[in-house]
């Protein structure tokens, strides 16, 4: 069983600066892409940033130049630095991770967070 828990959300002024943390813990062989999706009241879920096991990165253009994705394979963990917030970014904001778990019989999970809560006052 794999579980990711996030850390770091809360409530925060406009233009202020949060950090969010994932950690991956559980019968991992190796993770694949991490990510974090964001959820706002009456909306649909969207991607925020993921960045794969070599280091690429994709972005929203919603974040990009205020968000930065980072990960450290050592410790299963993935960050999301999000700087100059705006009341726009309020959501709860999920970790996803895929995680190779098995190689015979070779074996995916998709993995999701509990969700962290990020309140962005105007």
């Known amino acids: 069983q794999v579980q990711l828990v996030e850390s770091g959300g809360g409530l925060v002024q406009a233009g202020g600066s949060l950090r969010l943390s994932c950690v991956a813990s559980?019968?991992?062989?190796?993770?694949?892409?991490m990510g974090w999706y964001r959820q706002a009241p009456g909306k649909q879920r969207e991607l925020v940033a993921v960045i794969s096991s070599g280091g690429s990165i994709n972005y929203a253009d919603s974040v990009k130049g205020r968000f930065t994705i980072s990960r450290d394979n050592a410790k299963n963990t993935v960050y999301l630095q999000m700087n100059s917030l705006k009341p726009e970014d309020t959501a709860l904001y999920y970790c996803n991770t895929g995680v190779l778990v098995s190689t015979i019989p070779y074996r995916y999970l998709e993995v999701w967070g509990q969700g962290t809560l990020v309140n962005v006052s105007s």
């Open positions: 559980g019968s991992i062989l190796r993770i694949l892409d």
